[in-house]
Nanobody
Framework: QVQLVESGGGLGQPGGSLRLSCAASGLAFSAYAMNWYRQAPGKERELVATVTNAGGSTNYGDSAKGRFTISRDNAKKTVYLQMNSLKPEDTAVYYC??????????????WGQGTQVTVSS
């Protein structure tokens, strides 16, 4: 059974930092690209950051560029999102996502339960 468990959310101060973690189990973690998405009330879910399976490449949504950093530790089966210079508009539920496309064309796509991040003074 695949599980993605996020932690590290909570209340952050504007201009402050938070670090989210997502611990994976039940899957070949190093074979999956890992992503962070977020969804604010009344808005669509948006991609925040992605890291390739070996961690050699990262990509960020416009809202995260220059402020957030995604990283992974394949030995610990964990992906992180370091969020700096927080803004109130970063308030959202943050979701961890694992994706893999296999050679036979099948796609695996798993989601965590989400962790709330609230940025407010």
């Amino acid at each position: 059974q695949v599980q993605l468990v996020e932690s590290g959310g909570g209340l952050g101060q504007p201009g402050g930092s938070l670090r989210l973690s997502c611990a994976a189990s039940g899957l070949a973690f190093s074979a999956y690209a890992m992503n962070w998405y977020r969804q604010a009330p009344g808005k669509e879910r948006e991609l925040v950051a992605t890291v390739t399976n070996a961690g050699g490449s990262t990509n960020y949504g416009d809202s995260a560029k220059g402020r957030f950093t995604i990283s992974r530790d394949n030995a610990k089966k964990t992906v992180y999102l370091q969020m700096n210079s927080l803004k109130p508009e970063d308030t959202a539920v943050y979701y961890c996502n694992a994706q893999a496309r296999w050679v036979d064309g099948t796609i695996d796509n798993y989601w965590g339960q989400g962790t709330q991040v609230t940025v407010s003074s």
